[in-house]
C-alpha cells in the first residue's frame, strides 16, 4: 500500500487560486507518476493533470490548460496542483492518485493503483 494524503482544497471566489498537495509519508514518490483527477456531484471522475515520475512529462486536460500548474518534488515526496483563475465548474473533490511508472503519462490514462482520500474545492461565482 501507498498512503497518499492530498489537501489544500477550500472555499474560494471565482477568479481565485488554490494549491493543492499530495504527500505520501515515510514512502518515496519518485518511481511514481502522480495524476490528479476530480468528481463534481452528478458527474464523471475526470482527469484534470498529471506528471510522469521524474517531473519531465506534464499532461493536462483542455479545461485546464493554462490555468493549473502540476509541479513536484520528489526531496519531499510532494506533487502540487497549482490552480490560479479558478471557475465554478472546478468545483469537485480532488483526488491524487500514484501509480508505478517511468514512463510519461496521459491525463486520459484513468489507471492508477492508489488514491488519496480527496478533497474538496469550492468555487463560488
Known amino acids: 500500500q501507498l498512503p497518499l494524503v492530498d489537501s489544500g482544497g477550500g472555499l474560494v471566489q471565482s477568479g481565485g487560486s488554490l494549491k493543492l498537495s499530495c504527500v505520501t509519508p515515510a514512502y518515496t514518490l519518485d518511481t511514481y507518476a502522480i495524476g490528479w483527477f476530480r468528481q463534481a456531484p452528478g458527474k464523471e471522475r475526470e482527469g484534470v493533470s498529471c506528471i510522469s515520475s521524474g517531473g519531465t512529462s506534464t499532461n493536462y486536460a483542455d479545461s485546464v490548460k493554462g490555468r493549473f500548474t502540476i509541479s513536484r518534488d520528489n526531496a519531499k515526496n510532494t506533487v502540487y496542483l497549482q490552480m490560479n483563475s479558478l471557475k465554478p465548474e472546478d468545483t469537485a473533490i480532488y483526488y491524487c492518485?500514484?501509480?508505478?511508472?517511468?514512463?510519461?503519462?496521459?491525463?486520459?490514462?484513468?489507471?492508477?493503483?492508489?488514491w488519496g482520500q480527496g478533497t474538496q474545492v469550492t468555487v463560488s461565482s
Open positions: 492518485a500514484a501509480r508505478w511508472s517511468l514512463y510519461p503519462c496521459s491525463v486520459n490514462d484513468p489507471y492508477y493503483d492508489y
